[in-house]
């Protein structure tokens, strides 16, 4: 696979989830020695915030028998899986035609996923649940893709085509997600131009996504499937085929020699701050379909925590980021700014160092419990449940402008 990412050294070292750990430990030990702008680790209160989230997975998964952190897990609801139901009445050729709508699902569904806002609800006309956030993002994403609203072949409803996505507009995401000035959805025209954007990117490069009938982002699932050496594939790989497949959808992002750097921005003194949440949590989303249609996908700890709100309010809410200036939970910030790009960073390093506390609260060893499961089973749950203790309504500590494309 070439592009200009592998002609631009200084790009593609931002480019990886490698990239994306190496500056948030660069970030931490700033943060150590009490120089780093806005931010303070009480590192004492570490222990404590392990506990917390120890307790939670015992309670929500007695038996520790823990699912990877995915969006799978957003498609079930009180115990019953959505999605199984949908895939299990479809009749696709073999396992390779199924992971392909996999991947199309989750693609979509992962760039819709962007925060929802405090207000907003989804109501299902078919099971009767109404959901919100994250959750509800996921059920409207799904009905929208069972339904064919992705799909340019009318006969085969579950996948998304480049003809499909090219057409939404954002009436139509109005419509589907149920969006109106009674129930608002955060960033509506950005996310529709997301997958406008996803849709040139997909038409526009037939080596990365192109199958025999019609360009579609369940494509990168042969280019994956191809790189995996004797069956195995490393979780990190999924991440940079991601972002250089995905990297000119995102709109209004940092350039460097001409290649898109997607989720990463400057921040003075610090050089670039690669984060990459949702790239990382689609591939995340893609390790089960590989994993299903028989590619084996190692190193899953290859991929770092997510810079997202729920895993960061986590910290600042159990007192281990402390912001310099107190007011600075008061006031709204936009994703670009550099107490927000260094408070994600920061965040990344504290999951990397809170998981080893987990994993001894719960006597369990890194093998068996990876951070895919610390973040699952804990973290991202534990930062909603203590939101919901701290503020009425459970929103995060830090308000952020979002344009739906980063949170």
Not at 93 to 108: G, N, P, V, W
Not at 235 to 250: K, S
Not at 275 to 303: F, T
Not at 343 to 370: C, N, Q
Request: net charge negative; aromatic share 8%; charged share 25%.
């Amino acid at each position: 696979m070439t592009s200009k990412i592998s002609e631009a050294d200084p790009a593609r070292a931002l480019l990886s989830a490698g990239a994306v750990r190496a500056k948030a430990d660069e970030l931490y030990a700033i943060a150590l020695d009490d120089t780093l702008e806005h931010w303070r680790i009480d590192q004492a209160a570490l222990p404590a915030c392990g506990d917390y989230v120890a307790a939670l997975v015992r309670k929500r998964y007695p038996g520790l028998d823990i699912p990877f952190h995915a969006r799978w897990r957003h498609f079930v609801f009180g115990g019953h899986d959505l999605w199984a139901d949908i895939a299990g009445n479809a009749s696709w050729r073999d396992k390779h035609e199924r992971a392909r709508a996999e991947f199309d699902l989750a693609i979509t569904s992962v760039l819709l996923d962007a925060g929802a806002g405090a207000n907003w609800r989804y109501a299902d006309s078919v099971s009767g649940m109404i959901a919100a956030r994250s959750e509800g993002l996921a059920l409207a994403s799904l009905r929208l893709f069972e339904w064919g609203g992705f799909s340019a072949d009318p006969s085969n409803p579950l996948r998304a085509d480049a003809e499909a996505l090219a057409r939404f507009d954002a009436k139509e995401l109005a419509d589907a997600f149920q969006a109106s000035d009674r129930n608002p959805l955060t960033g509506l025209d950005g996310r529709a131009r997301l997958l406008n954007r996803l849709a040139a990117q997909v038409d526009a490069n037939a080596a990365l996504f192109a199958r025999a009938d019609r360009p579609r982002p369940g494509g990168l699932y042969d280019l994956l499937r191809a790189r995996a050496h004797g069956g195995a594939l490393p979780a990190a790989d999924i991440v940079e085929v991601l972002l250089e497949a995905l990297g000119p959808i995102w709109e209004n992002r940092p350039q460097l020699g001409g290649v898109p750097l997607g989720d990463c921005w400057p921040a003075p003194g610090l050089g670039y701050v690669p984060l990459h949440k949702l790239s990382q949590w689609l591939a995340y989303s893609l390790i089960e379909p590989l994993q299903r249609a028989g590619v084996d996908v190692v190193e899953i700890d290859g991929l770092t925590g997510l810079a997202e709100y729920r895993n960061g309010g986590l910290f600042i809410d159990m007192g281990v980021l402390i912001p310099r200036e107190a007011e600075a939970l008061a006031l709204a910030h936009n994703v670009a700014d550099p107490l927000v790009v260094t408070w994600r960073s920061l965040t990344v390093a504290l999951l990397d160092r809170i998981a080893p506390l987990v994993r001894d609260r719960l006597g369990v060893g890194a093998e068996d419990f990876p951070l895919a499961r610390v973040l699952e089973g804990g973290t991202w749950a534990a930062g909603r449940a203590i939101a919901r203790e701290k503020r009425d309504g459970g929103g995060p500590p830090l308000l952020i402008h979002s344009d739906g494309t980063v949170f």
